[in-house]
């Protein structure tokens, strides 16, 4: 019988929630990596115990973690493959992760600034990796969205990394600033049929997208409005806090911008809203359901600076028309008095037969649903706040 | 050999407990202190000074012989007590935050 794997990063920790296909009963682990800040973990979806994990302190800086075994045990890269990770005496094998940005000549423009909030140009500084996105071929391979703003990559399980260093020279970014969470790159959506494209979202910059792997990259924010920036419909400085795509649909993108739902049929080229009906356009998280490519999911968050749900109410808005029409997901959710978040990163879709919906809070609950969203329950209620959750389907 | 103190998160990636000591080549300095720390622990790279530039990072301090040497000059040398094993160096990790 299938199982599902639900890997959730928190502020304090990375918790895994192990279920069989039905979703009722839970086993949890964790916390793994207790007192950091774990932004992400994500599993390689060709070697499914091979897990990435991103965590960071502001003390100490970031470091990658690596499972090769479901999550059970973690070592920082740095081993061969095959060999015992730590050595003799008990001492761990790995070696730190080293983001350094590229200023190499080959870059054609090396980049040293972008825009800060007052306006003037501040140096592009590492803070720390917000997402990892294994590669959909090769489980050595796997990519990083940092803050400030940038995509790395590493082809040798998360030891080594080297800067796509067309993303930050292709000319806009002296016009990129902070969201109120940081200069970060957090979406990475490689395309499962043209092998060469990939797309990737900044908050605050937009949406880019490259079609000759990483080598060059083009702005697609055509049809973005955006009332906070100074010309709305700019070629960038648009916060888009998620973009979405389904497997089979891959020019079919749906992006939550801060303010606004929208669509691009054609790979992201154009963008047209369909927040429709929603109570508040607002919102971090979005995502497809695994089998119905036209029906996708929000959460619809009040703002500016609120940032909980509307009238108390945590509901889930779904989608079959590939938006413009919405219904209210609420069995089984808070109706009354909640006012927690769901962060960019904290929704996931599995692909059983039935297809799960999960989000996690920034009050600590991580919710599930075996039935497409119609009804919820929590898997765990009082886990430090939620930074992301991931599910993995596993035979 | 150089004595040094780690914060509990550093201690737990290094898969070491309570001290750890070192042998530093030539003058005893921040810099070649955290040099052979370094290279007897390459988890700790980035997580004491940035990778790149090899600054102190900010929520990180240096304690030696009740004195806060945070905002010495990475190239001066330590108290004859660090030098000598006598005292350790405290690497500490600042209560700030959550």
Known sequence: MSRVRVLAGTRKGAFILEADGKREKWKVSGPHFPGWEIYHVKGSPVDPDRLYASQTSSWFGQVIQRSDDGGKTWHQPGTPRGESTKTPDGMPKGESNKFAYDSSAETGKPLTTHQWYDGSQKPWEFKRVWHLEPSLSDPDTVYAGVEDAALFRSTDGGQNWAELAGLRGHGTGPQWQPGAGGLCLHTIIQDPVASERMFVAISSAGAFRTDDGGKTWKPIN???????????NAEVGHCVHRIAQHRARPKVLFMQKHWDVLRSDDAGDSWREVSGDLPSDFGFVIDVHAHEPETIYVVPIKSDSEHFPPDGKLRVYRSRTGGNEWEALTKGLPQSDCYVNVLRDAMAIDSLDECGVYFGTTGGQVYASADAGDTWSPIVRDLPPVLSVEVQTLA | ???????????????????????????????SVLDALEARYPMLRGTIRDHVTKVRRPFVRFFACEQDLSHESPDAPLPREVSSGQEPLLVIGAIAGG
């Open chain 1, 222 to 232: 055509r049809g973005l409005t955006s009332q906070y920036i100074p010309d709305p």
């Open chain 2, 1 to 31: 050999m150089i004595r040094v103190v780690l914060p509990q998160h550093l201690r737990t990636l290094a898969g070491v407990g309570g001290e750890v000591t070192v042998e530093v080549p030539g003058e005893v300095t921040q810099r």
